[in-house]
């Protein structure tokens, strides 16, 4: 095969086109596979919110983990996963965690759905309780965070009260509850928190470590 022979004069500019030639085609390469890689993120998204949930998780970005888990109640109805995205925006987006939150609370098979997540539990989980007691003290939390009202704060303690059980078991929701109070320096709820604890029918307070601290904590952050 016979070889090309650029005149001298004309090199510069023949190498000149095929940079530019060679330039182009990348970027063109480089805009398909962007292309299709923001295609396949966003049918991933949609037909596959769980697989989403884990993987923006993994990347610690729990606000929009807990989109996607939302997206996959939506999707399959999975008790499990609103209860996940309750737990990762609670904190983060709290006006979105009440709002699922209430959502499941309500839900029929919430109870159910606890008590199979605890019968999964394992040694390794840091979770202390009940699913059932840590999702609303969860709730209870939110709800006391997003208060601007007295009838916020109300909100707040009914729940913790009603979902606590009378043995007052550890982590149970009004203990989580006036533990976010009194990270808080909330005088005047830790009071209420307080007489709310001596007032219930609790029957497991002798020897009840749980008790015992949380009463105490109340007490020096209520007489401040």
Do not use: W
Not at 27 to 45: D, E, K, M, N, R
């Amino acid at each position: 095969m016979d070889k090309i022979i650029i005149p001298e004069g004309q090199r510069s500019r023949v190498y000149d086109i095929m940079r530019k030639l060679v330039l182009k085609t990348a970027l063109i390469t480089l805009g398909v596979v962007l292309v299709l890689a923001v295609a396949a993120f966003g049918v991933i998204s949609l037909c596959a919110p769980a697989v989403m949930c884990d993987f923006t998780l993994s990347l610690g970005m729990e606000s929009v983990s807990a989109d996607y888990a939302y997206q996959e109640y939506q999707r399959s109805d999975d008790l499990a996963y609103l209860a996940r995205s309750v737990e990762l925006a609670a904190g983060r987006n709290d006006a979105k965690a009440e709002e699922r939150f209430d959502l499941l609370y309500a839900a029929e098979g919430f109870d159910e759905m606890c008590a199979a997540r605890d019968a999964q539990q394992t040694s390794s989980d840091i979770r202390l309780g009940s699913y059932h007691d840590y999702l609303c003290g969860v709730g209870a939390c939110v709800k006391y965070r997003l208060a601007d009202t007295q009838e916020g704060y109300e909100e707040a303690l009914a729940l913790a009260l009603a979902e606590t059980d009378a043995s007052f078991p550890v982590a149970n929701p009004l203990y989580m509850l006036s533990v976010e109070a009194a990270s808080a320096d909330d005088a005047a709820f830790c009071a209420k928190l307080l007489a709310a604890l001596k007032g219930g029918s609790f029957t497991n307070t002798d020897n009840n470590k749980s008790y015992e601290v949380i009463e105490t904590i109340l007490k020096e952050v209520a007489s401040e």
